[in-house]
């Protein structure tokens, strides 16, 4: 098997630059805690019509982690049957995510990445039908692009267009526009210890 000379020589200079910024940034990891809550807001149509998607709420946490921030991230939101004996259904979705924050001036931080989790749907039960409830769990990956205002040392606020897809028989994409207020606080020394 022959080894491209040029390719084998970025792949060297690519994973020594890696591990050299992990190496360099290994120190900055988990220096702060960030947590945020906000609204999730629906963008176009999901479901063709069938159920409408309402107003949810999200809860996030972050810290630094080798040269961006990751993050675990809690959202529900409710949806509503729109034809006939559609049942509602309700999704509580769980993520863990990576950016890469750019720092602008104003003290707005512009930060750009990927998640993925999973989405469990809890249907109600049929509108014609004595069934019980019926639980859904799938696995779900998007991207997300978000501004971040800083208002004082700890307090700030924030905005976010996010797009997911879910990975059901018929892939789901949801398109939201997430917006709150986000808290920023030292990381406990116990806990930045354990973490590293």
């Known amino acids: 098997m022959r080894v491209n000379a040029s390719a084998l ?10 591990c050299r910024a ?8 988990f220096e702060t805690i960030d947590m945020a809550l906000g609204a999730v807001v629906p963008v176009g149509e999901v479901y063709d019509g069938l159920w409408s998607v309402q107003t949810g709420l999200e809860g996030r946490i972050a810290t630094e982690f080798y040269g961006g921030t990751v993050h675990l991230a809690l ?37 750009g990445g990927g998640h993925f989790g999973a989405m469990s749907m809890l249907f109600a039960e049929d509108k ?13 990956a998007g991207i997300f692009v978000r501004a971040d205002v800083q208002l004082t040392h700890d ?35 116990w806990l930045r210890g354990v973490l590293r």
Request: proline share 5%; hydrophobic share 40%.
């Open 75 to 111: 959202g529900i939101f409710n949806n509503e049957g729109r034809v006939g004996s559609l049942p509602d259904f309700f999704v509580l979705q769980s993520s863990l995510g990576w950016g890469y924050p750019v720092v602008l001036p104003a003290g707005v931080t512009l930060t």
């Open 155 to 189: 307090l700030g606020v924030f905005v976010e267009s996010d797009w997911t897809r879910v990975f059901t028989a018929i892939p789901i994409t949801f398109t939201t526009m997430r917006g709150g207020i986000r808290f920023t606080t030292s990381m406990p020394k």
């Open 22 to 29: 992990q190496h360099s940034s290994g120190s900055h990891n």
């Open 128 to 140: 014609q039908a004595d069934d019980s409830h019926e639980i859904e769990t799938e696995l779900a």
């Open 9 to 18: 020589l970025i792949t060297v200079v690519f994973a020594g630059t890696v």
